[in-house]
């Protein structure tokens, strides 16, 4: 076999980051290559204030770092631009034409074309392609985190939307407009009572049952109450803690003014005190000085010492006109007593305020002994429930002689506990804690508008999002755009270099590689 080959056909391989190094090393380009092309450059700026308007100059200036073949392409276009500065022995009379030569010429002197161009291949291809790569995957990166960003943001104003109905229902109101929603039904409080105080009165057979039990587990002759509370407000119905009290009506309730102010009615001004500028002292307008009746001339107070003072201890004694000195005569005969009203004794014709004008389940104390008689009535029927379902059971509850059966207890049960629950429910608490603290209100209706101004702030949030998901988007875009052109000059630059030093090594196939 022929082993032999032709040096022609021998490539040359050259690593892209020792290019620059390569064509110093083998003396084709000069170590101070870069002064002498920054000062070939600054001839390109000015050259470029002076340039024809042309399509094909304007295409081949686009998005690219001017080097040396960029100038002979230049030079090319202005044989036809500047055609008509030629001469007879064929030269351009044009400065463009003139300027751009020279620049060239400039250019391969020392060859400082190559040394410029493979540094131009270098930086493009080692740290501008790669860097708008990092950029538009970081961009892209920013875009799906927006996407997530977005969902999340999606899924809290779900949440909040949910939590503000789900407390708007709680309390049994639209939330259109909040404070005023609050206070209505704060005012409709009673009849909220009313409802639970006719609930109340289905629990008599409940109570009946728990009275026959536990009478009949005492001695015979001795009374037992129990669940008094709760017997009373089934008897009597939701009446004032005065009536509970003191086992008779007043005859008179002043109520306890509920102060609930409607956040629409209140008036914007009256934020300054009144210091009463205008308090008029009676000076008359006149003088400063205080006028204290002197009228003598001289000045002097008048102490009214000439005088005596008259205590009336000249002896003489008061007349009771009794005829007798010195004796009262306590004798009601002859007087007038038709108008005098003697009222009953205790505590009769008595009037109901404050605390007492309060109705049982407003005020917080009997509230609570309600509350506990049912629990208590819950406790005894759910035990009376579980020997009813099993007979095997033989408590002391069942050997009394209490006849009912497992689905009566049951329903009694089910009524007891209703009853709890309303008077336990969140909207009745709150309109509770609203009557006895009309500032609560206030609280309540901040916390629910809170969920409304979150929800917006999230919105607003979704805004800014898209805004700069969008501009990633126009970054990446452009960024793909430029990429895309810078690649292209890169492959043209890297065939460029390639055929010319080619041709300074006989033909022979130069490759830059690690592109």
């Not at 009746?293 to 003489?316: H, K, P, Q, R």
Request: a negative charge; charged letters at 30%.
């Amino acid at each position: 076999v022929n082993m032999t080959m032709n040096e022609a056909d021998i490539p040359i391989d050259i690593a892209i980051r020792k290019l620059v190094d390569w064509l110093i090393s083998r003396r084709i380009c000069s170590r101070d290559w870069y002064e002498k092309s920054v000062k070939i450059r600054e001839k390109i700026g000015e050259a470029m204030q002076d340039m024809p308007e042309n399509q094909a100059m304007k295409d081949l200036l686009l998005g690219a770092h001017i080097n040396y073949f960029h100038c002979l392409k230049i030079i090319d276009i202005l044989k036809e631009t500047e055609a008509d500065s030629k001469n007879f022995f064929g030269q351009y009379g044009s400065k463009r034409m003139k300027d751009w030569k020279n620049i060239v010429s400039e250019y391969e002197r020392e060859n400082i074309y190559l040394a410029e161009s493979s540094q131009i291949l270098v930086q493009n291809t080692l740290y501008e392609i790669p860097a708008i790569k990092k950029t538009t995957t970081k961009l892209q990166a920013a875009q799906a985190e927006a996407d997530k960003k977005e969902e999340n943001a999606n899924k809290r104003i779900a949440e909040l939307e949910t939590e503000f109905r789900k407390q708007c229902n709680e309390l049994g109101v639209k939330g259109d407009k909040i404070k005023s929603e609050i206070i209505c039904l704060a005012k409709e409080l009673p009849s909220t009572y009313a409802k639970i105080t006719a609930e109340a009165a289905k629990l008599a057979d409940a109570c009946n049952l728990y009275q026959q039990f536990i009478q009949g587990e005492i001695d015979e002759g001795v009374d037992v109450k129990v669940v008094e509370n709760l017997r009373f407000l089934i008897d009597h119905g939701n009446t004032t803690v005065y009536q509970w009290k003191y086992g008779e009506e007043p005859i008179q309730i002043e109520e306890p003014v509920l102060d609930l102010p409607d956040e629409e009615t209140q008036t914007a001004g009256g934020d300054q005190i009144d210091f009463g500028d205008d308090i008029d002292f009676g000076d008359g307008g006149g003088g400063d000085e205080i006028d204290f009746g002197a009228a003598a001339d001289n000045g002097e107070i008048d102490f009214g010492d000439g005088g005596e003072i008259d205590f009336g201890d000249s002896g003489a004694e008061i007349d009771f006109n009794d005829g007798v000195a010195g004796e009262i005569n306590f004798d009601l005969e002859g007087v007038d007593t038709s108008a005098i009203v003697v009222e009953e004794g205790g505590m009769a014709g008595g009037v109901a305020r404050l605390d007492e004008a309060m109705s049982l389940l407003d005020y917080r104390r009997t509230r609570i002994l309600i509350l506990d008689d049912l629990e208590e009535l819950s406790g005894f029927l759910t035990q009376r429930l579980v020997e009813a379902d099993n007979q095997s059971i033989n408590f002391a509850l069942g050997s009394s002689n209490i006849n009912a059966d497992a689905a009566t207890i049951r329903k009694l049960l089910d009524q007891v506990q209703s009853l709890v629950s309303e008077l336990t429910g969140v909207k009745v608490q709150q309109l509770q804690a609203i009557r006895e603290s009309p500032a609560f209100a206030d609280r309540l209706a901040d916390t629910l508008k809170q969920k409304l101004k979150l929800k917006a702030k999230v919105e607003a949030s979704i805004g800014d999002i898209k805004r700069r998901r969008e501009e990633s988007q126009q970054e990446e875009k452009n960024g793909v755009e430029q990429l895309k052109l810078l690649q292209s000059k890169c492959q043209v630059l890297q065939s460029q270099l390639e055929a010319d030093l080619s041709n300074r090594y006989k033909g022979r196939p130069v490759h830059i590689t690690g592109l």
